[in-house]
C-alpha cells in the first residue's frame, strides 16, 4: 500500500521557536496533501490544504502566517509552525492523495509537538 | 460548511459482541471513507464507498452507503480485541476536493 512518512515523530521546542514538520510520500506521487491537526480523544481537524507548485489553501480559523505550509515537490510538503506557543502543543498528521488515485487519503505516523 | 458527525461517541462491548457506528453528513458526499485509528496510532484506510445504496464487505466489517449519500455505518461481528480503536468517517462533499472527519466512534472490547 502507499506509505506516508512524517519527521519528526515527537519534537519539544521552547515558546518562541519555531518547527518544521515534513511530510513525504514515499512509493507514490501526490500532488495533494493535507495538514490535520487532533487534540487527545478528538477527531482530526484540516488545517490545510497543499498543492504542489502553488499556495496552501488554510480552512478557515488557522493562521497562514503562523502554519506556513510549502508543498515543493510532488512528494515532499512541509508545516512549519512559527513562533510555538504552548497552546500549539498537538498532534500533527499529514496525508498524501495519490494523482490517479478516488481521493484516498494515505496517513503519516504524525508529529507529537510539546511547546514548553 | 460541511459537518459530519458519528454515533455512539463511545461504545464499549464484550468480546463476541456485534459493533455498530453511524455517519451523518449535513450535505451530500461523492464518496465516504471510513478509517481506523489505534490508541497512539495514525488513521488508517480501511475502504472507500462510492455508489448509492453500496454495500462493501471486509471479513468481519460490513460498510454501507446510504441512498441518499448523506449517511453511512460500521458493523462489526463479533467483536475481538484486535478491533479496539476509533474509527473515523470522512466524507467528500461533492465537487469539493477535501474530506471531513467525522467525530469518531471510540470502540472498547472487553476480553
Known amino acids: 500500500g502507499a506509505v506516508v512518512s512524517q519527521h519528526p515523530s515527537w519534537v519539544i521546542c521552547k515558546s518562541g521557536t519555531s518547527v518544521k514538520i515534513e511530510c513525504r510520500s514515499l512509493?507514490?506521487?501526490?500532488?495533494?496533501m493535507f495538514w490535520y491537526r487532533q487534540f487527545p480523544k478528538q477527531s482530526l481537524m484540516l488545517m490545510a490544504t497543499?498543492?504542489?507548485?502553488?499556495?496552501?489553501?488554510?480552512e478557515q480559523g488557522v493562521e497562514k502566517d503562523k502554519f506556513l505550509i510549502n508543498h515543493a515537490s510532488l512528494t515532499l510538503s512541509t508545516l512549519t509552525v512559527t513562533s510555538a506557543h504552548p497552546e500549539d502543543s498537538s498532534f500533527y498528521i499529514c496525508?498524501?492523495?495519490?494523482?490517479?488515485?478516488?481521493?484516498?487519503?494515505?496517513f503519516g505516523p504524525g508529529t507529537r509537538l510539546t511547546v514548553t | 460548511g460541511q459537518q459530519v458527525m458519528q454515533i455512539p461517541q463511545y461504545q464499549h462491548v464484550q468480546e463476541g459482541e456485534d459493533f455498530t457506528t453511524y455517519c451523518n453528513s449535513s450535505?451530500?458526499?461523492?464518496?465516504i471513507q471510513w478509517y481506523k485509528q489505534r490508541p497512539g496510532g495514525h488513521p488508517v484506510f480501511l475502504i472507500q464507498l462510492v455508489k448509492s445504496g453500496e454495500v462493501k464487505k471486509q471479513k468481519r466489517l460490513t460498510f454501507q452507503f446510504g441512498e441518499a449519500k448523506k449517511n453511512s455505518s460500521l458493523h462489526i461481528t463479533a467483536t475481538q480485541t484486535t478491533d479496539v480503536g476509533t474509527y473515523f468517517c470522512?466524507?467528500?462533499?461533492?465537487?469539493?476536493?477535501?474530506?471531513?472527519f467525522g467525530t469518531g466512534t471510540r470502540l472498547t472490547v472487553i476480553p
Open positions: 496525508s498524501a492523495r495519490e494523482i490517479s488515485g478516488f481521493f484516498v487519503q494515505y
Open positions: 512509493d507514490f506521487q501526490a500532488t495533494t
Open positions: 497543499s498543492n504542489e507548485g502553488s499556495k496552501a489553501t488554510y
Open positions: 470522512a466524507g467528500m462533499e461533492t465537487g469539493a476536493n477535501n474530506l471531513f
Open positions: 450535505t451530500t458526499l461523492s464518496n
